[in-house]
């Protein structure tokens, strides 16, 4: 099920671990006087190079919400607006 994120986005971290390349995505808004972060993986190098180009900026990402056994979880990231 694709849902729409609304934020800013705070900061893109990648790493190359023992199943090759990710990177964490933060991304922040302002709820009342408190601000809210949320932070997910992805695996796509050339998503993180957009998202990198992006920092500081507001989004909104289109992403696949999955549901399994273990709970809810982000799947992939289907559109990026800037």
Same mark, same amino acid.
């Given at each position: 099920?694709?849902?729409?994120?609304?934020?800013?986005?705070?900061?893109?971290?990648?790493?190359?671990?023992?199943?090759?390349?990710?990177? +964490? &995505?933060?991304?922040?808004?302002? &709820?009342?006087?408190?601000?809210? /972060?949320?932070?997910? +993986?992805?695996?796509?190098?050339?998503?993180?190079?957009?998202?990198? +180009?992006?920092?500081?900026?507001?989004?909104?990402?289109?992403?696949?919400?999955?549901?399994? +056994?273990?709970?809810? /979880?982000?799947?992939?990231?289907?559109?990026?607006?800037?």
């Amino acid at each position: 099920m694709p849902i729409e994120i609304c934020g800013l986005l705070e900061d893109v971290e990648s790493y190359t671990g023992k199943n090759g390349f990710g990177a +964490n &995505v933060t991304i922040s808004k302002k &709820v009342g006087k408190k601000t809210k /972060r949320l932070t997910f +993986n992805i695996k796509d190098e050339a998503q993180f190079k957009q998202l990198e +180009n992006l920092l500081d900026t507001d989004i909104i990402l289109v992403i696949c919400l999955e549901q399994n +056994n273990f709970g809810l /979880r982000f799947g992939e990231i289907l559109e990026i607006k800037a």
